[in-house]
């Protein structure tokens, strides 16, 4: 069985990201916007676009698909419909891929943009 992989807090402490800093680096995703919904959306899958644009501001326009699955699905279950197990593995599975599980989340490297301080101002 493999070893956990160390967490990135604890190899700074340490100070193994030195000794192979490639095995501690993530990609640090672009922050362009993710877009309005697209119109082929219902008025509830829209919304659900929406929730997850708000809930996962990281997202951008390479996520589009996935999002367009998560929100149809999403919506399916907001709106008190059946929904099997099937459905929900596959929102399950959206959600993995978008970094919005908790395991994922700590494989984002994502940060708002910070307004430099101006000295001068």
């Known amino acids: 069985m493999p070893k956990p992989r160390l967490p990135k807090a604890r190899a700074l402490v340490e100070g193994r ?10 990609n ?5 916007d993710l877009g309005d919904p697209p119109r082929w959306l219902t008025d509830a899958q829209a919304a659900a676009w929406r929730e997850f644009a708000g809930e996962l501001p990281w997202l951008n326009r390479s996520h589009r698909a996935i999002v367009e699955i998560a929100s149809v699905v999403r919506a399916r279950l ?9 459905a929900m593995s596959l929102l399950r599975l959206c959600l993995g891929s978008m970094g919005a599980t908790p395991v994922d ?4 490297a994502w940060s708002r943009e910070e307004e430099p301080d101006d000295i001068l101002d």
Do not use: C, M, W, Y
């Open 17 to 26: 990201h030195l000794i192979n800093p490639s095995r501690h680096k993530r």
């Open 28 to 32: 640090t995703p672009t922050a362009d």
């Open 78 to 86: 907001q709106s008190g419909d059946e929904v099997g197990t099937k």
């Open 105 to 108: 989340a700590s494989k984002v």
